[in-house]
């Protein structure tokens, strides 16, 4: 929920008994309400009845609101495996999905000598929070299984967890030396076995990271 005001106002400085008597009264209650660091508001409705009501709220209380779901808490993405489907476009395999509650899909790439291979390996966005545990691709059930992104690297300071931009750390390159990038790294382009770049897969801290 984001307030409407032309001051860039948001519910940092609505009381918080105002929106919780505001909810109640507009929906009655619900699972949970949590501000963000926005200022904008979270909720968590308890049922399907709740949902259709708060998005047609233009009103808290005497504030001017809109409310719309949420990017990412109101679906999940799980990965299906098909040799049948390597040569149907990602867009024609969507649109059979589509009455599944599938939303996008993605093809999963691998880099080799350089060029970029398509694989049998597809991403699926559901429109729901919950992860079916197969969906029917024609005749074929596949089971579908958790996607688990990559770690995120932050390529300031080389851990994990957070990206550049939120970077607090001191300014490294991939081989773990201090005070300067990997594009400056002499270390990198003249050695030739020492240990895993930290951003390479056989890296521990990689794999570590994977696993969590």
């Known amino acids: 929920m984001k307030r409407i005001s032309s001051q860039n106002e948001n519910f940092h400085s609505v009381s918080p008994f105002l929106v919780q008597k505001g909810i109640n009264s507009s929906i009655g209650d619900v699972k949970s309400i949590r501000k963000l660091r926005s200022g904008d508001l979270l909720i968590e409705v308890s049922s399907r009845k709740q949902a259709q009501q708060i998005v047609k709220l233009n009103a808290l209380s005497t504030l001017p609101v809109t409310v719309g779901a949420h990017s990412t808490l109101n679906s999940s993405k799980g990965v299906v495996t098909c040799g049948e489907l390597f040569f149907t476009p990602t867009e024609e395999i969507a649109e059979d999905f589509k009455c599944q509650g599938v939303t996008h899909v993605r093809r999963i790439k691998i880099r080799r000598e350089g060029k970029l291979l398509d694989t049998k390996h597809l991403v699926l966005t559901f429109h729901s929070p919950k992860l079916p545990q197969s969906i029917k691709a024609g005749y074929m059930n596949l089971a579908v299984k958790p ?4 770690p995120l690297r932050c390529f300031k300071c080389q851990r994990f967890g957070h990206s550049k931009l939120a970077c607090r750390g001191t300014l490294a390159c991939a081989d773990g030396e ?12 003249a050695r030739i076995v020492k240990k895993p770049y930290l951003y390479s897969r056989s ?6 990271e994977k696993k969590k």
Do not use: G
Request: glycine share 0%.
């Open 147 to 150: 996607y688990i992104p990559n």
């Open 203 to 208: 890296c521990p801290s990689w794999q570590f």
């Open 178 to 189: 201090k005070n300067h990038d990997s594009l400056q790294c002499t270390a990198l382009s």
